[in-house]
């Protein structure tokens, strides 16, 4: 009997493996192609997000801004560094993180502009 549980048990554990095996193969396709999709600005995002340890939407989020925009950006960034300054209680991690954030979102914005003026230089066809 034990034998077979052995069986069992090694059976189970190759099923378990492949499936493990496929599911890796297909996520690392599927990201692969969401890269390419993104194209070159989607590279350099990545490689920003990297850099600061933020994705743009966790940025977002701990600004609480939806869109690009440098004005609402910098306003926010004020309220919430002064409202989580340590001399008034805040937290000084809350406040690096507000800090964080402002630099991916101005990161992004630095990047969208770049590819704006590339785009503006390629001849149109």
Same mark, same amino acid.
């Given at each position: 009997?034990?034998?077979?549980?052995?069986?069992?048990?090694?059976?189970?554990? $190759?099923?378990?493996?492949?499936?493990?095996?496929?599911?890796?193969?297909?996520?690392?396709?599927?990201?692969?192609?969401?890269?390419?999709?993104?194209?070159? /600005?989607?590279?350099?995002?990545?490689?920003?997000?990297?850099?600061?340890?933020?994705?743009?939407?966790?940025?977002?989020?701990?600004?609480?801004?939806? @869109?690009?925009? =440098?004005? !609402?950006? $910098?306003? @926010?960034?004020?309220?919430?560094?002064?409202?989580?300054?340590?001399?008034?209680?805040?937290?000084?991690?809350? $406040?690096?993180?507000?800090?964080? /954030?402002?630099?991916?979102? !101005? !990161?992004?914005?630095?990047? $969208?502009?770049? !590819?704006?003026?590339? @785009?503006? @230089?390629? =001849?149109?066809?």
């Amino acid at each position: 009997q034990a034998k077979y549980l052995a069986q069992i048990i090694v059976m189970g554990a $190759q099923v378990v493996g492949r499936a493990f095996a496929r599911a890796l193969r297909q996520e690392f396709a599927a990201s692969r192609a969401a890269a390419d999709a993104r194209g070159r /600005a989607g590279h350099q995002s990545a490689a920003a997000s990297n850099l600061s340890g933020l994705s743009l939407q966790e940025a977002q989020q701990i600004l609480n801004v939806s @869109k690009l925009n =440098p004005e !609402e950006i $910098q306003k @926010k960034y004020e309220h919430l560094f002064k409202v989580n300054d340590k001399s008034v209680g805040g937290s000084f991690y809350l $406040q690096s993180k507000v800090v964080r /954030a402002k630099e991916r979102l !101005e !990161e992004e914005l630095r990047i $969208q502009a770049q !590819e704006d003026r590339e @785009k503006e @230089k390629r =001849p149109q066809t």
